[in-house]
């Protein structure tokens, strides 16, 4: 496998994250992959956010679940952009896609909408939640799964087995070259997040990761020179 550059909400580093603005941007500058963030609305939707709720990203307040769809359409998320629906994004770019589930009422939601688009082999899920994971294993199972963590130790290898995970998506400033190995050897690839300097791809190059999560663009040009 190549060594992976992946898109963070789209490009959040130059467009306004978790917007078809800049899952388009992502797409058109290459990235092998676009990850992003769902959630359900009030009303059952799945909608694409990083946080519980609106504020930091938006100019409304308040949690994700009290808004119904057509209320989160009237929020701006940056440069005019709107709050998207996963079947949007599946329809405004054709790439790959890491999916994460940031409400685990959401996998369900996620599961039908991957159905339904025929997503099975375009799609990796990823989440925090090792319940998400599990429920997704049990509904579609040929799905790639991936364990998101921060704050972590060598037992996220084992946790990761457990849910049937085939990779490991973890923060750059917590991994080891043993946690790397450890993973390495249970079957597991490796990718870090965010890596936005020529420091911390050396790292992630030094540690035998498998790709990067990345805010910035040039990113994907940095890592042709790093090969």
Request: hydrophobic share 45%.
């Amino acid at each position: 496998m190549s060594f992976l550059t992946i898109g963070h909400r789209g490009l959040m580093g130059v467009e306004p994250e978790n917007t078809i603005r800049s899952f388009v941007r992502a797409d058109r500058e290459g990235m092998d992959a676009i990850e992003l963030d769902v959630h359900l609305s009030k009303d059952g939707h799945l909608v694409v956010m990083h946080d519980p709720d609106v504020d930091r990203t938006t100019d409304g307040e308040g949690p994700i679940a009290d808004f119904t769809l057509a209320e989160l359409r009237e929020l701006d998320a940056g440069q005019g952009e709107r709050i998207p629906t996963f079947d949007e994004v599946v329809e405004a770019v054709k790439g790959r896609l890491q999916v994460e589930i940031k409400d685990v009422a959401a996998a369900n939601a996620l599961a039908g909408a991957m159905t339904a688009h025929d997503l099975v082999g375009r799609v990796e899920v990823l989440s925090f939640h090792d319940e998400a994971l599990a429920e997704m294993r049990q509904l579609l199972p040929e799905v790639p799964r991936v364990l998101v963590a921060s704050h972590y130790g060598l037992g996220v290898v084992d946790r990761a087995r457990e849910v049937g995970a085939v990779m490991l998506s973890l923060n750059i400033r917590r991994l080891t070259l043993e946690l790397a190995d450890r993973a390495h050897d249970a079957g597991l690839k490796v990718i870090a997040w965010t890596v936005n300097t020529p420091e911390e791809l050396k790292l992630a190059r030094g540690l035998g990761l498998q790709g990067v999560v990345t805010d910035f663009p040039g990113m994907k040009h940095s890592v042709r020179f790093t090969a």
